[in-house]
């Protein structure tokens, strides 16, 4: 079970054109995600969410405050997700798969298990330049789940597909994560991916605010039961029987 | 107002025999030899000090069977050419490692391209002639000198490209090696040398023509065998088929090692990019084979 604990954290950026403003990416956020919870974080463009993750996973550096991602008493091991694919394009598919790993054939097995899993069993010998775009982001999503992390991050892994392959890939990540339950920070634009994907939503705002933090508390989920959003923007249930929440449906902290 | 008729491209004509021949590979290599000899043998017409290429061919015949050239000189053509690869190989390889490391560390720290970069870019303007002096004047006539001579020309050519490869390599996929904690050495051989390959061709390219040129001059100048002291040889003698014959050796070397070598590794290192057209073939199989 990994452990995010963010606090205090912000993150100025220089600012773009001499004499500018420096741009605050981050503005003093603090946050605390244990257990094996899929977080959806979703916000307007440009408040943050990237570079949140990227210091998360020690890409960035925080300018001030502290973030850090711990699996009991070690620092967690981390799985990412990118908006695009990031395949080494002069890799095939299993060498990129086996580029993150460090174990030899055993690990081959694994990554295989996980190609496998996205339907991509066909792709093995392949180069990434000669898959559709669909293709490739499912390959950077067997990529991560098959380091087995202890945390995963997406980066709005499906917001560059057409509207169907999205949902198709989304089913898979539901089954990827019903079968692994790992801790997951999910950052997207779309509300309804976030609602039927998450059991909490963290909203921010523009100057990297925790604007809202929403728990969703509906029964465990399945690709085949999906909830449905009311025009007030609340989550229902399928079924509809469920109304809006009321506000204490709802853990808020501000 | 009425639309102007639109003109609707015709097909194309398949090209007719000469054409077709021109554009075919071979045609068009073989066509440009057999233009190039005949301008060759014109110009003999005119200049009757120029040897003309049948007289050359003669010269090489008995240069490389080792022959007699008439008088106690006999051809000797793999002693001189062997001594030259061997020099030749060796400064490559130190021009193009050093070239590399150096390169890599341009290209990836801000540190070391303040201290470097404008020495490499001096160097890079230093013309071959002078590390053949340079090289002559602190060894003297020895092997050092050529060996020197090449790795000292084809080093900044080598550094240079290989620096811009590393700073074009994408952040994004840097990004996703640090997300995935990749080792360094899995990073520089996965990543940096894949992403800079078509650099690090550019460079030895270079490196191969400069320290060639390096060499026969180093030799020329200071050689006491070698494919540069052979050519001086006949130059001094006066012999100008013999200075023309070995001046088509070195062009011969050179376009065989960028065909055969340089073309082969290329086509090996890029694959990945090379294979697209037909394996969406095999795909569309695949999927109807699914
Ligand atoms: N490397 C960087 N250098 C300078 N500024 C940056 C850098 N990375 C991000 N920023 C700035 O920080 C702010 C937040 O960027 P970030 O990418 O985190 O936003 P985001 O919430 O992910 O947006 P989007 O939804 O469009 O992806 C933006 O104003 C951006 O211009
Ligand atoms: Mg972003």
Not at chain 2, 47 to 61: C, H, K, S, Y
Request: net charge positive.
């Amino acid at each position: 079970m990994a452990r995010v604990a963010i606090d205090r954290l912000s993150k100025t950026f220089p600012p773009p054109t001499k004499g500018g403003d420096p741009v605050v990416a981050i503005g003093d956020i603090s946050l605390d995600v244990e257990g094996n919870v899929f977080v959806s974080i979703v916000g307007p463009s440009g408040c943050g969410k990237s570079t949140l993750l990227n210091i998360l996973s020690g890409v960035e550096t925080p300018t001030r405050g502290s973030a850090s991602v711990t699996e009991g008493d070690r620092p967690a091991h981390l799985g990412y997700v990118f908006q695009d694919a990031r395949l080494l394009p002069w890799r095939t598919v299993m060498d990129n798969m086996m580029y993150v790993r460090d174990d030899g054939d055993a690990g081959a097995a694994k990554a295989a298990l996980y190609l496998d899993m996205v339907g991509l069993s066909h792709t093995h010998d392949m180069f990434p330049g000669q898959l559709s775009g669909g293709m490739q982001q499912r390959v950077g999503i067997a990529r991560a789940f098959s380091v087995e992390p202890d945390l995963l991050l997406m980066d709005e892994p499906f917001s560059h597909l057409d509207a169907i392959t999205a949902r198709s890939l989304r089913d898979h990540l539901q089954e990827l994560w019903s079968a692994t339950r790992k801790t997951v920070l999910f950052v997207t634009h779309d509300v309804v991916e976030a609602v039927q994907l998450s059991d909490r939503i963290i909203v921010l705002a523009p100057g990297g605010r925790i604007f809202d933090d929403i728990t969703i508390d509906l029964p465990p989920r399945s690709p085949r039961q999906k909830p449905l959003v009311s025009r007030r923007g609340w989550p229902l249930r399928a079924s509809g029987r469920r109304g809006p929440p009321p506000p204490s449906r709802g853990t808020r902290r501000r | 107002m009425t639309a102007a008729p639109v003109a609707i491209p015709e097909a194309p004509t398949p090209p007719g025999g000469v054409r077709r021949w021109l554009n075919s590979p071979v045609g068009a290599q073989v066509t440009a030899a057999v233009v190039f000899i005949g301008a060759w043998q014109l110009l003999t017409l005119i200049a009757p000090r120029v040897p003309g290429p049948i007289e050359v061919m003669q010269f090489l015949f008995v240069e490389i069977t080792g022959g007699s050239h008439g008088g106690i000189v006999r051809g000797q053509f793999f002693e001189h050419f062997a001594i030259t690869l061997q020099r030749f190989s060796l400064g490559l390889f130190f021009g193009f490692v050093s070239g590399l490391l150096v390169g890599i560390l341009i290209g990836s720290s801000t540190l070391a391209r303040a201290l470097l970069n404008d020495t490499v870019l001096v160097l890079l303007t230093m013309p071959a002639f002078v590390w053949a002096f340079l090289t002559t004047m602190w060894f003297g006539i020895t092997w050092q000198a050529p060996v020197l001579t090449v790795a000292f020309a084809s080093f900044p050519f080598v550094a240079i490209n290989v620096a811009q490869g590393v700073r074009a390599i994408a952040p994004e996929l840097r990004h996703m090696s640090t997300a995935f904690e990749v080792g360094r050495w899995k990073h520089f051989r996965h990543l940096t040398v894949p992403a800079v390959a078509g650099y690090i061709f550019a460079g030895l390219r270079f490196a191969i023509i400069i320290g060639w040129n390096g060499i026969l001059l180093s030799e020329w100048f200071s050689g006491q065998a070698g494919v540069g002291f052979r050519t001086r040889y006949w130059f001094d003698a006066n012999r100008y088929r013999g200075f023309v014959g070995w001046v088509i050796v070195f062009i011969v070397f050179i376009v065989l090692v960028d065909r055969v070598i340089l073309n082969r590794l290329q086509a090996r290192a890029f694959r990945w990019r090379d294979q697209k057209e037909v394996d969406f073939i095999e795909i569309q199989e695949q999927q109807v084979g699914l």
